[in-house]
């Protein structure tokens, strides 16, 4: 079977049953929840039926509801008790969710008729590979990066551990394809010994909330980030590179956008620092405040030890930012040379000096930079996507 996506769709299809696993509620997660979301809403526009099953990690979600005509069905973890603490909740769902979700894939998958099942690694799988086999459903992993010993350095331990240790799936015959976004992902799994077929299909983006390139915002910040607060953000990267930038320019300001396990961590790293007046934490942000804060930004950062693809760098450069980015081959992809500036974030003098150098780089050439940007997160669309991974899950329903 070729691993090949074909170039032109084929109207002549029927439309697809799916039913999409995913262990974060996708308006509550990442880039990586973010992308089966879109993609299942694009895919319902094409025709075809898609229902979600996902966990309850937001106490507030209700049991079901639709989405651009797309069906969302969480799976209750926890007690609801358990919700005062926020990052416990959220994090102990996703963890929960493989084994909770079991007996609510073996209800939809016996009374429905599914045609393929899309499990989704962010960064761990479901347990349903094996009852699909059981149903004769096809199943198709999607994976957003791939893992080496380096995950346990760039990682909390525990979840370096459990990344390496899921991996394996893929490559137990399992899943009857794979679809990775990056070339290098596909050859990284192929050597791994994955032997499924690997379709490559970028994430995409919806330009249309961010300004155009004539667009004038005031901020009152300087510098912008969006992120989950994780170990592998290297936001702490961040802020040492801000206290040594600070000693400079002391009316620096930068927002941290999003939340996560390490707020506290980082909280207390910026009081130690003295930093309360050049950074604010803005906790999590909903898509409308995000896009208002991106659109009002001039310079965006993100100092991560490890991206997948780098949906957040994306929305900046549709968002006509410059970027100031670690030096990471996957963001090399993305941001071109012209856009921005990438340095190693592992060296907080080396990364203050990349700020330094593009907050005293004239405004004109940093708007010719995001400039720059903007046409080039331009190419990428969840429509094309959509109709991309299409084509692929067509050859294994």
């Not at 106490?59 to 358990?82: A, F, N, Y």
């Not at 346990?152 to 331990?157: A, F, N, Q, S, V």
């Not at 490559?171 to 379709?199: C, F, H, N, S």
């Not at 949906?311 to 012209?338: F, G, K, Q, T, W």
């Amino acid at each position: 079977m070729s691993d090949k996506l074909e170039t032109q769709p084929r109207s002549s299809e029927q439309p697809i049953s799916f039913l999409y696993l995913n262990n974060t509620d996708p308006e509550s997660g990442g880039g990586g929840d973010l992308r089966i979301l879109e993609e299942a809403k694009e895919l319902a526009k094409r025709g075809h039926r898609a229902h979600m099953l996902v966990s309850r990690t937001d106490p507030e979600c209700p049991s079901q509801r639709q989405i651009d005509g797309v069906t969302i069905q969480t799976v209750k973890c926890l007690p609801d008790t358990m919700a005062r603490i926020p990052t416990v909740y959220f994090y102990l769902s996703r963890m929960l969710f493989p084994f909770f979700s079991i007996v609510p894939i073996l209800s939809l998958v016996y009374r429905d008729d599914f045609d393929v099942l899309v499990d989704n690694f962010t960064p761990h799988p479901s347990l349903a590979a094996p009852i699909a086999q059981i149903f004769s459903l096809s199943s198709v992993a999607v994976v957003h990066e791939y893992h080496d010993r380096t995950a346990l350095k760039k990682y909390p331990l525990f979840i370096g551990l459990i990344q390496l240790v899921v991996q394996n799936l893929l490559r137990m015959g399992l899943y009857d394809a794979v679809v990775v976004p990056r070339e290098l992902t596909k050859e990284q799994l192929q050597q791994y010994g994955v032997d499924a077929p690997i379709y490559v299909v970028p994430n995409g983006i919806d330009l249309k909330p961010f300004k155009r390139i004539d667009a004038v915002d005031e901020s009152p910040y300087e510098l912008v980030v969006v992120s989950r607060l994780e170990q592998r953000k290297g936001i702490d990267l961040l802020v040492e590179a801000m206290s040594i930038l600070a000693r400079e320019k002391p009316d620096i300001r930068l927002a941290i956008a999003g939340t996560g396990t390490e707020r506290e961590r980082l909280e207390r790293m910026v009081e130690e620092r003295g930093l309360h007046d050049q950074i604010d934490f803005l906790g999590f942000v909903s898509e409308r405040r995000k896009v208002d804060l991106l659109n009002g930004a001039e310079i965006f950062v993100l100092p991560s030890r490890q991206e997948g693809f780098g949906i957040s760098v994306l929305e900046a450069m549709a968002a006509n930012c410059a970027v100031v980015v670690n030096d990471l081959p996957v963001l090399h992809e993305l941001v071109p040379e012209e856009g921005g500036v990438f340095a190693d974030a592992a060296t907080s003098e080396e990364f203050a000096d990349a700020l330094s150098t593009l907050l005293e780089t004239d405004q004109t050439r940093r708007r010719q930079m995001g400039e720059r940007n903007r046409k080039e997160a331009a190419k990428y669309s969840w429509k094309k996507a959509a109709v991309e991974a299409e084509k692929g899950y067509h050859k294994h329903r």
